[in-house]
């Protein structure tokens, strides 16, 4: 059965400490990782599109990396509007719909 | 371009009610799929329509219906309303298929009294 896994559940960091969050997956054919940031009662947003393993990402202070079994969303030098929670979801073989992971909540201290 | 939007916004029904929710792709995707996210669940995908026509299903109960328009807008439908269906019901959009990319209206909050 198609799995995603994240973690750390919840990361505090202070502002400008960098870190990654992770995103591990076993799917049966992977079509496409993608990571999205969500607010509080919000839709969640559009960062990153992953296809192949290799494949790097950016986007101001954020990098996704793929490999063959996980992902990762680096956070180099965070700041307090970076706090949110960052969720990992995957398209795998012929099914049409994204499954995600329970997500990571992070918090950026001033 | 305008992002995808949902109505309505927010929603409180009694037990046993039937509702509707709307949603309208981004223009030019064909591909809308709808999602229920609870604390407990996270995110589970509920259905997807492409082209007016049903073409994956999660493992949801038969209470829990979807269509979509000639212009891809797209409705779910819940009926006989439960205390467990309260959740955020977030709808989004894509070109062609899922693997392209997803891209996620507000969400309707419904609340099941």
């Known amino acids: 059965e198609d799995q995603v896994t994240q973690s750390p559940e919840a990361l505090r960091l202070q502002e400008g400490e960098s870190s990654s969050l992770n995103c591990s997956y076993t799917v049966s054919g992977l079509r496409g990782l993608f990571w999205y940031r969500q607010d509080p009662g919000k839709g969640p947003e559009f960062l990153f599109t992953l296809y192949s393993a290799g494949e790097e990402k950016e986007k101001e202070r954020l990098k996704a990396t793929l490999t063959k079994k996980e992902s990762f969303l680096h956070i180099t030098a965070p700041k307090p509007e970076d706090s949110a929670t960052y969720l990992c979801a995957v398209v795998s073989g012929g099914y049409n719909k994204l499954i995600f992971g329970a997500g990571t909540r992070l918090a950026v201290h001033p | ?113």
Request: with cysteine.
């Open chain 2, 1 to 113: 371009k305008a992002g995808v939007t949902q109505t309505p916004r927010y929603l409180i029904k009694t037990r046993g009610q039937q509702v509707t929710l709307s949603c309208s792709p981004i223009s030019g995707h064909r591909s809308v799929s709808w999602y229920q996210q609870t604390p407990g669940q996270g995110l589970q995908f509920l259905f997807e329509y492409f082209s007016e026509t049903q073409r994956n299903k999660g493992n949801f109960p038969g209470r829990f219906s979807g269509r979509q328009f000639s212009n891809s807008r797209s409705e779910m439908n819940v009926s006989t309303l439960e205390l467990g269906d309260s959740a955020l019901y977030l709808c989004a959009s894509s070109f062609r298929q899922a693997a392209d990319t997803q891209y996620f209206g507000p969400g309707t909050r419904l609340t099941v009294l």
